[in-house]
Structure formats: structure tokens, C-alpha cells
């Protein structure tokens, strides 16, 4: 992507004016800050408010059944809400693990409907991806009571261009973001308020609650509390 960037900085400089580059190249910023950093939210919502206090809102995103089970476990066994944005998919195949998501107290969000989708109908936002919210809160809605108002996560935290807007304009729908991905370097980006999100892989999940266990001693040692996220 860089690549490309910097070829279309060259052809402006070949063929359009000062005045004309400079739009261009405040554009491609702009572009790049809100497509491809989770850690900025132009046109977007804030779910944390500012405080002084220091809060996390903890967030999980795809899994299968069986390791979206294991993680409540794990989350109810430290009195820890989380959000938990699933596909529609492992909704449809599994609605009592959804009613159980909520009657633990966590909120459930959407990924998409299943993680085959690919990348890019995320990334431009496209009907299809809106499609796939539709369908995936209809599946919600047939399992969870008053099931309204939508989160949803695009695909690897991809602002996606101008969707933000239409998602919570026209259809009510929120996009949410995160400050950090949990991994090697999270403990050392701690700030007093944000959202830490973790992907869900169903493949290591050793890896995953050792950086939960960690995770959880590291900011419980610090004075943070969890917090859930709410409009």
C-alpha cells in the first residue's frame, strides 16, 4: 500500500500544480490515518469517556464456539465483562452460547458473517459487507431479546471509507475500534483509559489465556478497572 501511495505522490508531482499536490498528499494522510490506524477515529464514536480514573474495556473478536466458551468461562471466573464481536455464522450454530454471552452480562457485537469474507469488501465499505451485518443481526435478533443496536468490528480494525457514517446514519449501526492489540509490546502502551482487543485463535489457545492470565495480573496490579462499553 505504501508502494502505491508513493507512486501516485510521484505522478502528482509530474502533472499537477503546487496547489494541487497538496491536496493530494494531505488526501493520502487523512486516507491512511483513517483507514489503517485503529488507534484513530475520524468520524467516528468515542465509548470511553475521559477520566482520570484508569479503566479498560476488553474486547474479543471472531472464535469458534467451543474457544468463545472457554473465554466466558475464563472472563466469569474474574467477575470480567467484555464485549465479544462474533459471526453470524457461529451465532446461527450456536444460539444458546449466545444467550449465555448475555446472560453473563457481556454485549455482543459482529465481525461479519463468517470470516471467509474477504478483506477488501470490508475495507471499501461495500454493499456486501452491509449485507452481511443485516444478515448477522437477523440471526442475533431471532436469539437475543430487544437485540437493536449494533457494534460492529470491521476486518483488522480497517476504518473503511466513509461506511462510519452510513453504518450509524442510516442504519444505526456503531463501529468500534481499539486503542491496542493484546500481544508482545501491550503492557507497555498502557494509558489510563482504552480498549484492548484480542483475536481469537482457535488454534492457540495456550497462547491466548497465558496472555489473558498476564494481561490481568499486569492491570489489576496497576489499579485499572474493567469497564464495559456502552453508547
Known amino acids: 500500500m505504501f508502494v502505491i501511495s508513493l507512486i501516485l505522490l510521484i505522478i502528482a508531482f509530474m502533472w499537477l500544480s503546487w496547489w494541487m499536490i497538496a491536496v493530494v498528499c494531505v ?8 483507514t489503517f490506524s485503529p488507534r484513530h477515529s475520524l468520524g467516528g464514536y468515542s465509548f470511553l469517556a475521559p477520566t482520570k480514573n484508569r479503566i479498560l474495556a476488553l474486547t474479543f473478536t471472531g472464535g469458534n464456539s467451543e474457544t468463545l466458551d472457554e473465554v ?8 470480567i465483562s467484555a464485549m465479544f ?12 452460547l449466545m444467550k449465555d454471552i448475555i446472560k453473563a452480562g457481556h454485549v455482543i457485537g459482529i465481525a461479519g458473517f463468517e470470516s471467509k469474507e474477504k478483506w477488501f469488501t470490508q475495507y471499501f465499505g461495500s454493499d456486501d459487507i452491509h449485507k452481511a451485518i443485516h444478515r448477522s443481526q437477523e440471526v442475533l435478533a431471532d436469539i437475543i431479546p430487544n437485540f437493536h443496536t449494533v457494534f460492529f468490528r470491521p476486518y483488522r480494525g480497517r476504518r473503511m ?8 446514519y442510516n442504519f444505526g449501526y456503531y463501529v468500534v475500534l481499539w486503542s491496542f492489540e493484546l500481544g508482545r509490546d501491550a ?20 497462547k491466548l489465556f497465558s496472555q489473558l492470565s498476564l494481561l490481568e495480573q499486569y492491570v489489576r496490579a496497576r489499579g485499572y478497572q474493567f469497564v464495559q462499553i456502552e453508547v
Open 27 to 34: 488526501g493520502l494522510f487523512y486516507w491512511w490515518l483513517y
Open 72 to 79: 466466558v468461562n475464563w472472563l466469569d471466573e474474574r467477575n
Open 85 to 96: 464481536f462474533v459471526y453470524g455464522r457461529v451465532a446461527e450454530e450456536s444460539p444458546l
Open 161 to 168: 471509507i466513509l461506511s462510519p457514517w452510513r453504518l450509524k
Open 187 to 206: 503492557l507497555q502502551k498502557m494509558k489510563n483509559r482504552m480498549i484492548i482487543n484480542v483475536s481469537l485463535d482457535d488454534t492457540n489457545k495456550e
